[in-house]
Each structure stands twice: as structure tokens, then as C-alpha cells.
């Protein structure tokens, strides 16, 4: 037990690093950390377990910061209680370029950091799929090797995102009881008072969503310290209302606006110094503090310890899975079960929807693949993401694979980031194309931390039909095609569905987008290769030598350019085909490569149901796009494929009105 002089004098550690910091880099939020320092060092010195010299050990708990505006806060603890990456220096560097300590707190920069956060309300839905993660694990392998809890401190701004109402419902429909959310309480916003926006009974709401709810003076260590301990006991999850001053201990601006998100300066700063008793100068801790902050971090060593004993004496295969799954590394034998039903539907050709594709492709990955988990945003029968192996996850029982997130996309995403953030488990999901507008924030954040994520997206242009416009998705490839760092894969038949999705599993480091049909398509990849075509991001699949027109395509439209192609030989003319499944593993192909696919017909079109931006680097500002320059419109797909123009007999005309 630590004494309430001791855990001022620790609490005070953290105010006056985060105040500092901010204050040199003349840029920051020193109004959370100040405020919020209580909470953190109730929670870190006497309830989180985690251990600084092992900082990814698989059975840690795990701390969210939500509202990653307050990153000194984290910074601060992960120096005080002595994490190797977070040095003085980088303390003092915060928010400058090369530092660890970047503005909001990003996955990857430095151990501690469990997920990218700053868009608001992201924090708290990641921290959802981390304890789905953290309940379907314990499930599968027992509570001696997973069991944790996941802790998240977020602010009156993630609470009024939309996407928190998503994962607050998604958290309390599945009883999450692990999952204990502090809610700084502190009525400030960057415009000022929360009042002037907002009057919601945040307490109702919880507790409207299967939630338990508790308030408590968030200054008040022994408060905080049994909120806790009544939260861990709870069988639902809980939400820890902490009301607190933000900038607590400056005397001009706590319990303001204007210690939100800007320095304190050097007047208001030597006034805190002298109103908490601090006299240690700047970027300085006494010894006494941070040796008890040290302490503090090797609180959990032997309970990590002996973790790693259970784990030992885990009989072999289990621990091997295990360590393997943890590792991020797939089964061996998923190669040769891709390459064994390549050779299936080179031998019996189908042609289905390209979703149904993905069906019977996830049919093979999910029976070698144990860690996958999947879902759907209340559309199972239409994404087809569920398959034999993957019985519904329900709120008693985890032992499926399968979570019916309901109509929560932006939840959804945010979820399966926070699930591929835990480990041991690899999530996809499905949603329609058109809605990938309502989680493309996750889908950014998995791009820039950098995790395996995979969107399954069905219907995936005008080729849906009778649903019209609003549901038809023209510039959605294009934009989801922006981003960095994000596969975007759209297969034209059964073969090249089944390459996308091993190339989905196989990127480690970076998420994936399949785009998928409503409408059936013809095989396309008629003959067994061994080798992944798709992994070029694009290749000859009808080459032809001295080519007058080479047609690019995507997807559906490849057989359009397959029929316009044979069309175009008949006649006399020499064509390729070229497939396009993934701009951007063609991208990363070398220049020799990419010139030989781009090639030099005097001819190139391009064709793909959705707008031309990002076209031209295969044709040319010259070349000639068949595909959307407008919205789409209702009726049966066939027809619309007429009115649009996106036709064999269009790609045919528009090579031979070149050609003349």
C-alpha cells in the first residue's frame, strides 16, 4: 500500500514530465495527463500487470489510451516505470521528428504502446477486440495461458464519437466483463465546457448497454483503487466515471479550456511548481519518485514469470500453436491446400460470384487456419463469411469463430484492429463495398500500424443491380486505393479469389480490402500454375506478341475484356489481357516488370466499373478508360452494364475507332 504523500509525489511525476514536455515542444496536451495522473497511478502501481522488460508477454494486461491527445500521460509512464524506448531524451524530444514520443501515441514507435490512437473513440473500440481476443483465447487455451484484463482511459470526446456507441453495445451485448473503460470525467472540451454541446447521462447510456457503471473522485487513490476492485468482480464490462480537474494543480488554469491543448507557460508552470510542491527542475525526477516508479514496474515480474512456467509444462502441441500463433506466423501446410484447390478449379472451371469464391476459399483457410475469426456486419448471407468451421461466437459461449457484429461497421473495423493488435487470432470480416466509407478511419489505422487485418467487400459495383446508387460503389476502389499501406485485391474468378486471400494471410504488416461480385463470373485462369499470378499485382492472362491493343481490367470486367479480346483476335487485330487484381503489389514490382505488363501497344485500354482516377498509370493520360464517370443507377446488372457502356462490343469499338 502506498502511502497518499508517496502517490501525490508519483502522481506529481507525471504532471510535471507532461507539462514540461509540452511546454518545450511549445505544442501538446498537458490538460489530461495532469488530470488523469491519479487514475494512472492508482491503476499502473498497484493493478496493471505488465513488465517493462518483456513488454509483448501475450498474457499482460493491456492499457488504452483513447484519447491520445494526452500521450505525455503514457509517455510518462511507460519512462517512469522504465520501458528501454522511452528515455529522458526522448521525453524531452516529444513531438519532434524522429522522436518516439510522436503527438498521439502510434503502434510500433515504442513497446508500451498498444495502438495508434488520437481519432477519437478509436482507442475504446480497439479496446473491444482486444477483449474479444482475451475471451476467445482463455476459451481455447485456458486461463493458465490467457487470461487478462484490458483497461482504457478515454475522454468526453471519444465518448461522443459515433463509433464509441458502436463498440460500447458490441462490448455489453458480449458481456465483456474483462474490459473496465475510465471515463476522465472533466467536463472540458477544447471549445470549453462540455455543456455548451453535449448533456447526455453517460451513466444511463452504459448501463442502457448492458454496462456497470461506477462513480468516483477521480483524485481519490483509495476510490479509484476499489472502483477497481468492484469492476474486476463485475460479469459485465465497466465503465469507471472518473470526475476530475483538468490541468489539476495549475492555479490560473485547471478546470479550464485553456489548459486543454496548449503549453502551460513559464509563469503558470513555476506557479504549479510551487502550488504541488514540486522543486525539481524541468525533465527532473527525484531519486526517492522514480525509484518507486521503478519498483512499480517490476511489480509483475514473477507473475510473468511464472506464466512462462505454465507455458512450459503446456503439453507440446498446444504450446506450439500457441507460440506459433503469437509469432504471427501461419501454418505450413495452408501453401499446399491453396495449391491443392488451384488445381481442383483448374480441373472443374466454375463460375461463381467471386463472394461465393471467397466462401469456398475460406472453406479451405479456416480448416488449416484455427487463429482466423470471422464476421460480418449483419450481412453474413450476403458477404458468405461464414463457413463450416466458424459456429457463432454468442455472449455465453466463445468457443466459435464467428461474431455477428450487427449493423456496425466503423465498430466492426475498429474491433478486428484491436483483435490483430492483441495477437493470436487473425480477423476478417465482411461488409458491403459501398460501406466501406463507414469504417474508413479503422481501415487507415490498420494501414499505419501496419497490422493483418482483411475486409471482405461484396457487392462491389454497379453489378449488385436492383439496390440502385446508393449502394452501388463507383469511386470506392479509388479511394480505399489512396491509402498507403493498404492491399487492395479485386479477383476475377475462383482461381484468382483464392491467390488474393493467401496474399491476404501472407502480408504481415499491412491490412487488406477484397472486393468481391454479386453477379457470377466465367473462369478466367483456365489452366493450374503453381506459382501466385496474383502476387505480381498484374499479368499477361492472354499475351500476344507485337500486341496492337492490350486491355487492363479488374475483376468482373475482366471477362469483359477477355470476350472483347477474343472479339478483337477474330478480327485480325492482336490483343492481350491483362489482369489487375492489386495496384498496389503491381507497384511493387521492379521497373523491368512493370514496363513489359504496361508494354507498348499503340492501344490500351482500361477497363473497371468504377471511376478512372488511378488508371492512367497503366494507359496513359492518353489511353481510353470504359467504366463509371457518374453514380449508377437501379435495375437488373445486365442491363446496367449496357447503359454504362461497359460492354465488350464498347471495348471493341473504342480499339477500333483508335486503331483507325
Known amino acids: 500500500m502506498i502511502s497518499r504523500e508517496k502517490h501525490d509525489r508519483m502522481a506529481n511525476a507525471i504532471r510535471f514530465l507532461s507539462m514540461d514536455a509540452v511546454e518545450k515542444a511549445n505544442s501538446g496536451h498537458p ?12 491503476l499502473f502501481t498497484r493493478y496493471l500487470s505488465f513488465d517493462p522488460k518483456n513488454p509483448a508477454w501475450p498474457n499482460r494486461d493491456r492499457f488504452v489510451l483513447s484519447a491520445g491527445h494526452g500521450s505525455m500521460l503514457l509517455y510518462s509512464l511507460l519512462y517512469l516505470t522504465g520501458y528501454e524506448d522511452i528515455t529522458i531524451d526522448e521525453i524531452k524530444n516529444f513531438r519532434q521528428l524522429g522522436s518516439r514520443t510522436a503527438g498521439h501515441p502510434e503502434y510500433g514507435h515504442a513497446a508500451g504502446i498498444e495502438t495508434t490512437t488520437g481519432p477519437l473513440g478509436q482507442g475504446l473500440a480497439n479496446s473491444v477486440g482486444m477483449a474479444i481476443a482475451e475471451r476467445k483465447l482463455r476459451d481455447e487455451f485456458g486461463s493458465d495461458l490467457m487470461e487478462h484484463y ?43 465546457p462540455i455543456s455548451i454541446a453535449d448533456s447526455t447521462d453517460q451513466h444511463a447510456r452504459f448501463r442502457a448497454c448492458n454496462w456497470n457503471t461506477i462513480a468516483v473522485d477521480g483524485h481519490d487513490p483509495d476510490a479509484i483503487a476499489a472502483a477497481i476492485e468492484q469492476a474486476q468482480k463485475s460479469d459485465k464490462p465497466t465503465m469507471i466515471a472518473c470526475k476530475t480537474v483538468i490541468g489539476f494543480g495549475a492555479p490560473n488554469k485547471a478546470g479550464t479550456h485553456k489548459v486543454h491543448g496548449s503549453p502551460l507557460g513559464a509563469d503558470e508552470i513555476a506557479a504549479t511548481r510551487k502550488a504541488l510542491g514540486w522543486e525539481a527542475e524541468a525533465f527532473t525526477v527525484p531519486s526517492d519518485v522514480l ?105 455465453d459461449n466463445f468457443s466459435g469463430r464467428y461474431i455477428h457484429y450487427g449493423v456496425r461497421e466503423h465498430g466492426m473495423a475498429a474491433a478486428m484492429n484491436g483483435m490483430a493488435l492483441h495477437g493470436g487470432l487473425i480477423p476478417y470480416s465482411g461488409g458491403f463495398l459501398i460501406f466501406s466509407d463507414y469504417c474508413r478511419p479503422s481501415i487507415r489505422l ?49 482461381t484468382e479469389t483464392a491467390e488474393c486471400w493467401q496474399l491476404a494471410l501472407e502480408s504481415h504488416n499491412r491490412p ?18 503453381e506459382e501466385n499470378l496474383c502476387a505480381r499485382g498484374a499479368y499477361d492472362l492472354i499475351s500476344a506478341s507485337d500486341a496492337q491493343v492490350t486491355i487492363f481490367a479488374t475483376g468482373s470486367e475482366v471477362e469483359i475484356a477477355v470476350k472483347a479480346c477474343q472479339t478483337l483476335t477474330a478480327k485480325g487485330v492482336s490483343t492481350r489481357v491483362v489482369s489487375v487484381p492489386c495496384f498496389e503489389l503491381f507497384a511493387e514490382q521492379s521497373e523491368d516488370y512493370q514496363q513489359a505488363i504496361i508494354g507498348d501497344s499503340p492501344v490500351k485500354i482500361a477497363v473497371e466499373a468504377g471511376v478512372r482516377q488511378g488508371w492512367d498509370h497503366f494507359i496513359g493520360t492518353d489511353g481510353t478508360f470504359i467504366g463509371m464517370s457518374s453514380f449508377g443507377a437501379s435495375g437488373p446488372y445486365k442491363d446496367l452494364y449496357r447503359h454504362f457502356g461497359i460492354t465488350p462490343e464498347a471495348v471493341v469499338a473504342a480499339a477500333e475507332a483508335k486503331l483507325s
Not at 499505419?448 to 482483411?454: A, E, N
Open 512 to 529: 487488406s480490402g477484397i472486393a468481391l461480385t454479386r453477379q457470377n463470373l466465367m473462369a478466367v485462369r483456365t489452366e493450374y500454375e
Open 446 to 494: 490498420a494501414a499505419l500500424m501496419g497490422i493483418r487485418v482483411i475486409h471482405v467487400l461484396t457487392h462491389d459495383s454497379i453489378g449488385l443491380g436492383e439496390d440502385g446508387p446508393t449502394h452501388q460503389p463507383v469511386e470506392h476502389m479509388a479511394a480505399l486505393r489512396a491509402i498507403p499501406n493498404l492491399l487492395m485485391f479485386r479477383p476475377a474468378d475462383a
Open 291 to 395: 525509484d518507486a516508479w521503478r519498483l512499480a514496474g517490476l511489480r509483475s515480474t514473477k507473475v510473468r514469470k511464472d506464466w512462462e512456467e505454465r507455458l512450459e509444462k503446456t503439453e507440446t502441441e498446444k504450446k506450439a500453436q500457441f507460440i506459433r500463433r503469437f509469432s504471427g506466423e501461419l501454418e505450413g501446410s495452408l501453401a499446399s491446400a491453396i495449391s491443392a484447390y488451384k488445381q481442383k478449379l483448374a480441373d472443374t472451371k466454375p463460375s461463381p460470384a467471386t463472394r461465393k469464391a471467397s466462401e469456398d476459399a475460406l472453406e479451405v483457410i479456416n480448416g488449416v487456419l484455427a487463429e482466423t475469426i470471422g464476421g460480418s456486419a449483419d450481412l453474413t448471407g450476403s458477404n458468405n463469411t461464414k463457413t463450416s468451421q466458424t459456429h457463432s461466437i454468442t455472449p
Open 150 to 192: 484490458t483497461y482504457v482511459l478515454a475522454g468526453d470526446g471519444c465518448l461522443m464519437e459515433g463509433i464509441s456507441q458502436e463498440a460500447i453495445a458490441l462490448a455489453g451485448h458480449l458481456k465483456l466483463n474483462k474490459l473496465i473503460v475510465f471515463w476522465d470525467d472533466n467536463n472540458i472540451s477544447i471549445d470549453g
Open 31 to 42: 490538460g489530461l495527463p495532469m488530470g488523469a495522473a491519479d487514475i494512472a497511478t492508482v
